[in-house]
């Protein structure tokens, strides 16, 4: 049985778990969290040697610097769309008509990042501590560094560069054994998050929901799906097929930075997009590309201002966007984030912050939606990269067979 099927059952499971036990199924939750964990274990030394070994097998620095504006502009473009997407459809589905918002609501709203704060940071002071703690855009940064200085140093350098290509493959096979427990990881989740978040929680929400999930389809279908056929020239099945892995990680885990593993294995073996550009793309996506997130933030806006009776004009929907863009760059790909981050969205027009706290009982299952999107739009990404710098392999994309052993580094292309 290939894996995709095998976590789509786990996930079916989970959910008739969680709803024939409903809170007794939160036991089940360590479960969940031994997955979690397995996953998390790989992130940081995967991304680290994976991107020293992009940086280090692509000379051609030209190249490499087409490759980071191309993804940036793409990244940037599709957010955009992906906020103009939440706000038409939360205008049509109107998610807060009839809601009135007790403004005298205490809630303790998380301070956000300031915008330029995360700029400065991502160079790290101490690139031990970035590693120990995970902080995925300074291990971009410093990875980046090292890369450069490989490749400036030469000969002498010929070890560390062996070296991180060792480390590098075996994290390849390590991601290869976790994800054979995916299925079920993602039954325990499932199961625990149906059974916390029962029907009674949803309903009245359920328009927010119903807004955030048709945002969603909408963008990963008819965006991505566009984006697939239309830029990149090839067949869209193809692609969601071979993604599929990595966005039921993405639904059950809520992370993109957790489901990186999960991206790269899925880009590589089944999309054929080179290691190079994967490992370059993937990471880079995972942290600042947040298609979801943008759409989720749109519609919680609007939500929000319907809530209160407060009618947007075109210059609010304007500053919406902006604002909405930026907030899902600076969110982090772990769960929950985009919760913190929607007090920059609300307040960048003024809005109460007190949605927040409404929002913050079903961000679950808003969260799983949205990272879907988030980790489906860096894969379309890295397969449009890699086609146009020919990092990619056409055939590996066509082919049948959904490999679920580990290729070496670099076989591709
Ligand atoms: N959980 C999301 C992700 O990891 C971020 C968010 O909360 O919007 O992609």
């Not at 400036?152 to 054994?177: C, D, R, V």
């Not at 993604?243 to 957790?258: E, H, K, N, R, W």
Request: a positive charge; proline letters at 4%; glycine letters at 8%.
């Amino acid at each position: 049985m290939k894996l995709w099927t095998k976590i789509f059952i786990g996930l079916v499971l989970g959910v008739l778990a969680g709803l024939i036990f409903q809170e007794k199924a939160v036991m089940i939750k360590p479960l969940g969290t031994l997955f979690i964990n397995a996953i998390k274990m790989l992130i940081v030394p995967l991304i680290f040697s994976s991107l020293i070994v992009g940086m280090t097998s692509m000379q051609d620095t030209k190249q490499l610097g087409r490759i980071g504006i191309k993804t940036i502009i793409i990244y940037l473009c599709t957010t955009a769309v992906a906020v103009s997407i939440g706000l038409l459809v939360s205008n049509f589905i109107q998610p807060g008509a009839g809601m009135h918002i007790d403004l005298n609501h205490q809630f303790a709203v998380k301070q956000a990042p300031q915008f330029v704060d995360t700029l400065v940071n991502i160079v790290p002071k101490n690139p031990i501590e970035a590693l120990s703690s995970g902080k995925m855009l300074q291990i971009i940064v410093f990875a980046i560094c090292i890369g450069i200085a490989i490749n400036i140093t030469g000969k002498k350098a010929a070890p560390a560069k062996q070296f991180a290509e060792s480390i590098a493959e075996i994290m390849y096979t390590l991601t290869a054994i976790v994800m054979k427990a995916a299925p079920y990881g993602v039954f325990a989740l499932m199961a625990y998050v149906v059974g916390q978040y029962g029907m009674q929680t949803l309903l009245p929400l359920a328009k927010v929901i119903l807004a955030v999930y048709i945002g969603a389809i909408l963008q990963i279908v008819f965006v991505y799906g566009m984006g697939i056929t239309v830029v990149g020239k090839l067949n869209p099945i193809r692609f969601f097929k071979g993604i599929l892995d990595a966005q039921m990680v993405a639904f059950t885990t809520t992370s993109s930075s957790g489901t990186l593993p999960a991206t790269i294995k899925c880009t590589h073996e089944n999309l054929g997009v080179s290691k190079n550009v994967s490992s370059f793309v993937l990471p880079l996506g995972a942290t600042i590309n947040m298609d979801g997130t943008a759409i989720y933030q749109g519609v919680c806006a609007v939500f929000v201002a319907q809530a209160c009776g407060i009618e947007l004009t075109m210059a609010n929907y304007i500053t919406l966007i902006l604002a909405s863009t930026l907030a899902s760059i600076g969110t982090a790909g772990v769960p929950g984030a985009g919760l913190i981050m929607l007090s920059v969205t609300l307040s960048s027009i003024g809005l109460p912050m007190e949605g927040i706290a409404i929002i913050a009982g079903i961000d679950r299952v808003l969260d799983m939606a949205r990272t879907t999107v988030n980790v489906t739009g860096d894969a379309m990404v890295s397969v449009l990269v890699g086609k146009s710098e020919k990092e990619f392999d056409e055939s590996c994309y066509y082919s049948d067979k959904l490999t679920t052993t580990v290729l070496p580094a670099n076989e591709s292309a």
